[in-house]
């Protein structure tokens, strides 16, 4: 519908196309845990025509006993190729990265002390990521890897 129709070009030059925005919004919490809620903003495009780019941008909040913390999460990107298609099925590969966006460091208001991992809106570290998908016409078969290349995390836990 209008400006929010999927697949319209931004720029008849470049060869980028909507595929999809989405909102993702979710809360959980254990026995012993702070009540984390996030909500992660989530583009598609094409580009080129082959080329699938993803980007997701979370913001987390974090309450629990010890503080409340909140604050964009770590931003993921991925690029997607379909490698082989046939009419009975394809063969897809993704490249990607999470970018951190802080060391993973936040104290409560006016203490030293770093808090626990769970109140941290960032992993703190650049990470590679992997994949591989296999889709015919009744299974679809992912495996994937992520592997942290570079720490920024400043958290002693």
């Given at each position: 519908?209008?400006?929010?129709k999927?697949?319209q ?5 470049v060869p980028v196309?909507?595929r ?6 979710y809360?959980?919490?254990s026995n012993t ?7 992660i903003v989530?583009?598609g ?6 080329y699938?780019l ?5 913001y987390m909040?974090i309450?629990?006993n010890?503080?409340?913390?909140s ?5 993921s990107?991925?690029l997607t190729?379909?490698l082989?298609s046939?009419?009975?099925?394809n063969i ?7 970018i951190?966006?802080n060391?993973s460091?936040l104290?409560?208001s006016?203490r030293?002390?770093v ?6 809106t ?9 994949g ?6 009744e299974?679809?078969l992912?495996?994937?890897y992520?592997q942290?290349i570079?720490h920024i995390n400043?958290n002693?836990f």
């Amino acid at each position: 519908m209008g400006a929010m129709k999927p697949a319209q070009d931004f720029n008849k030059k470049v060869p980028v196309k909507l595929r999809s925005v989405g909102l993702t919004l979710y809360e959980g919490q254990s026995n012993t845990s702070p009540i984390i809620r996030a909500g992660i903003v989530n583009f598609g495009l094409l580009i080129a025509g082959e080329y699938d780019l993803q980007v997701k941008v979370p913001y987390m909040r974090i309450d629990g006993n010890f503080a409340s913390t909140s604050g964009i999460g770590d931003i993921s990107l991925s690029l997607t190729k379909n490698l082989q298609s046939t009419p009975e099925y394809n063969i897809m590969g993704t490249l990607g990265a999470k970018i951190p966006t802080n060391n993973s460091d936040l104290k409560p208001s006016g203490r030293q002390s770093v808090l626990p991992m769970y109140y941290q809106t960032s992993l703190g570290t650049f990470d590679f990521i992997a994949g591989a998908t296999f889709i015919n016409r009744e299974w679809m078969l992912s495996a994937g890897y992520q592997q942290p290349i570079i720490h920024i995390n400043e958290n002693t836990f």
